[in-house]
């Protein structure tokens, strides 16, 4: 009998394509575990509206671990306009399975490390003194509060009576949007809990003192959003001068942060920030490290787990045969799920031998050859999706 079960939700698009691939190199690598599969995605919401259907709700909450692949979502009036006839005006609202899945399970520590791999031609390079070129050894993790904040949901068209004359309470309110129609007003919220700022700012520091480093940045934007950024700075700080003293604090402001990253992203070690502004500089930093098909996260709760590539669901690459799009992502994020399971060798394992074809640079998918994603990339020296998993496993 198996020692693990894990949900695998394949999801929509590429999402098919490689987490297949992952699961390949943890057979390879002698993980023992039995997968059980998930629907998700944009075919269960236009025939059944409900991205997330019931019957994998109760799969995550029975095995605890899920490998998830891409979601692909749309606006509002794509949604309705896709939703199976029966079902309309049936009272369905599309909302994002991921964002669903992260707040019932309170999978509120997200992780996002971007680290750079030695020989990857995507590796940002920057002009060095004396006109010297520099590619700079980038080793980023980053915590992003997954519950809450702009994602949180809580948000309106035409908001109704009571929070209508709730806004209105509010001076800035008053004084700048009374003048709109609400039939022509939408408002979202971005809600901080101190409770759950708390926790992902914790996970920060701990991860910081295992790693021996002496700073976390704190990457938001206090000096305009006083109150949401406010909290989760004056919480680290408070933090850091009471449990963490040999651990200092800084903090960026999200848009000059995104500057930084082309001048010195060395330097920013340990960085956390709420789910937009987290969403944000961990795609910039992914850039800097080969972009979304390098890019591995995870999303943690006190008892469920979802591990993910924070790649989308690219669906004008997803019929391709074969396929042709880079399965390191993927493969990754089951590496975190391993460390996350304690099996921390056979994570170290895969690492390593995704990080020797790296290095060796003879098997590269097409993002990797800096190709347009096209059918005739095989033609110019491209390895299918399968054919990158194949010399990752030879590697082990």
């Given amino acids: 009998m198996a020692k693990r079960t894990i949900v695998v939700m394949p999801g929509d698009g590429i999402g098919k394509n490689v987490l297949k691939e992952a699961v390949r190199v943890l057979d390879a690598i002698g993980f023992d575990a039995e997968y059980v599969h998930g629907d998700i995605g944009w075919e269960f919401w236009c025939k059944e509206g409900n991205p997330l259907p019931d019957r994998t709700l109760q799969l995550l909450e029975k095995h605890k671990i899920g490998l998830f692949g891409a979601i692909t979502s749309k606006p509002k009036d794509k949604a309705e306009a896709e939703i199976a006839p029966e079902l309309k005006d049936k009272g369905h609202v599309y909302y994002s399975p991921i964002v669903a899945m992260r707040q019932k399970y309170d999978l509120d520590i997200c992780k996002r490390p971007c680290k750079t791999f030695k020989g990857n031609t995507l590796n940002f390079i920057r002009r060095g003194p004396g006109n010297t070129i520099e590619e700079p050894e980038i080793d980023t993790m980053i915590f992003r509060q997954n519950t809450e904040g702009l994602y949180g949901g809580v948000e309106w068209t035409n908001p109704p009576d009571l929070v209508y004359e709730a806004l209105m309470t509010h001076k800035k309110f008053k004084e700048n949007f009374a003048w709109c129609p609400r039939p022509e007003l939408a408002v979202s919220t971005r809600i901080f809990t101190k409770k759950y700022t708390t926790r992902i700012v914790k996970e920060a520091f701990e991860y910081a003192r295992i790693k021996g480093l002496k700073t976390i940045t704190v990457c938001e934007k206090p000096n305009v959003i006083r109150e949401t950024s406010g909290m989760m700075l004056k919480i680290a700080q408070e933090m850091s001068k009471n449990e963490y003293p040999d651990i200092k604090v800084q903090d960026t402001n999200i848009d000059a ?7 010195n992203p060395e330097t920013y070690r340990v960085i956390v920030a709420g789910n937009m502004f987290g969403d944000i500089v961990s795609d910039g930093f992914a850039g800097l490290v ?101 010399a990752i496993i030879a590697k082990l």
């Fill in 257 to 263: 942060q995104m500057m930084w990253l082309t001048k």
């Fill in 290 to 390: 080969g972009g979304l098909g390098f890019a591995c996260s995870a999303n943690i709760g006190p008892e469920v787990a979802v591990f993910e590539p924070t790649h989308g669901s690219a669906p004008k690459y997803a019929n391709f045969n074969p396929s042709i799009v880079n399965p390191i992502a993927m493969i990754l994020s089951a590496c975190m799920m391993l460390e996350h399971l304690g099996e921390n060798d056979k994570a170290k394992k895969i690492y390593d031998a995704v990080a020797k074809v790296v290095a060796e640079g003879k098997v590269k998918t097409y993002d990797m050859m800096k190709l347009p994603g096209n059918p005739d990339v095989f033609s110019k020296g491209a390895v299918t999706t399968e054919q990158m998993t194949d």
